[in-house]
């Protein structure tokens, strides 16, 4: 029970931004990496809070959920939770953007075209403060490690978890997952094809060494 005493808040999930009260804009993420952590974490004796959008995955036990859609829902959720962690893994995919207006009702399809404004969204790695480890994640489709060590510096970071999503056997849906590890140091693990229960056992060796 490596981790007993402390409390590790795990977000999972892409958010969904809505654009009517029908419809939202989302992304492929399916849980699975922050279910993985969460299970994981619990298992090493951590108290856990897992922020979770909607999924397909059964809820897991012995674990606090709390079900967000939006990033804003979640940027609430993670400032509550944070205020006593000890660390935040946001495995989540919240939206980069969302709708500038939500339209009050269904949109009808009427024209041939449709123009939705978008503006930034709340960046909640980035936003959050407090005293507690911060581990990213940076999905990407090009410039991988570039990508990641940007991320890394902008937001303040303790550690992030980089992976070509791509790939049919570390994307969004897969079982499995292959990712490099880069923590603010600058010292890089790139970890062979692993299933995602694998790569949350290394991300926790990594967060347990911190909190040493």
């Not at 492929?28 to 090493?44: N, Q, T, Y």
């Not at 909607?54 to 944070?82: F, H, Q, R, W």
Request: glycine share 6%.
């Amino acid at each position: 029970m490596s981790l007993a005493g402390k409390y590790i808040v795990v977000t999972a999930g892409g958010t969904r931004e809505p654009i009517d009260p029908v419809r939202y804009i989302g992304n492929r993420s399916s849980g699975k990496m922050g279910f993985a952590l969460a299970e994981a974490a619990r298992d090493r004796g951590a108290r856990v809070t897992l922020i979770t959008v909607p999924t397909a995955l059964p809820v897991p036990a012995g674990i606090e959920v709390v079900n967000v859609e939006s990033v804003i829902e979640m940027k609430e959720a993670v400032a509550e939770a944070t205020a006593k962690a000890d660390a935040l893994i946001m495995a989540a995919a919240p939206a980069d953007y969302v709708a500038k207006n939500i339209a009050p009702q269904k949109i009808k399809k009427e024209s041939d075209s449709l123009t939705i404004e978008f503006v930034k969204a709340p960046d909640i790695i980035s936003e959050v403060a407090g005293n507690f480890i911060k581990v990213g994640f940076s999905a990407e489709t090009e410039n991988l490690l570039e990508n990641a060590r940007q991320k890394l510096r902008k937001k303040k970071m303790d550690l992030i978890v980089a992976n070509d999503v791509t790939s049919a056997d570390s994307g969004f849906s897969a079982d499995t997952n292959k990712v490099i590890i880069i923590d603010k140091d600058g010292k890089i693990e790139d970890l062979p094809l692993m299933t995602k229960r694998e790569v949350a056992e290394r991300i926790l060796d990594k967060v347990e060494g911190m909190l040493k």
